[in-house]
């Protein structure tokens, strides 16, 4: 059984900075791809950062390119998202997600693990 937590999320004024946190445990951490998405009430999720289970390859959707940094430590079992400039358009609950088979892929349905997701505000 996987088990994923977020934590990090709170409430940050526009163009500041957030470092989320992903605790993994329940299966071997450094095999598996880990994504980071988000989803706004009303709206689907959506693919922020994903990285490889060595974290030599990262992936971004376009909008997050050059501020947001995908990063982990599997010595941790931790994937990290550090996030800048933050817009208010990107409050939403930000969710970690795993792929048992897969590599750092934007798909949402390729993920087969999730955490219960932290909530990220912010204010204009």
């Known amino acids: 059984q996987v088990q994923l937590v977020e934590s990090g999320g709170g409430l940050v004024q526009a163009g500041g900075s957030l470092r989320l946190s992903c605790a993994a445990s329940g299966r071997t951490f450094s095999r598996n791809a880990m994504g980071w998405f988000r989803q706004a009430p009303g709206k689907d999720r959506e693919f922020v950062a994903a990285?490889?289970?060595?974290?030599?390859?990262?992936n971004y959707a376009d909008s997050v390119k050059g501020r947001f940094t995908i990063s982990r430590d599997n010595a941790k079992n931790t994937v990290n998202l550090q996030m800048n400039s933050l817009k208010p358009e990107e409050q939403a609950v930000y969710y970690c997600g795993l792929n048992r088979f897969g590599g750092p892929v934007k798909s949402v349905n390729e993920y087969d693990y999730w955490g219960q997701g932290t909530q990220v505000t912010v204010s204009s």
């Open positions: 990285i490889s289970g060595s974290g030599a390859i990262t």
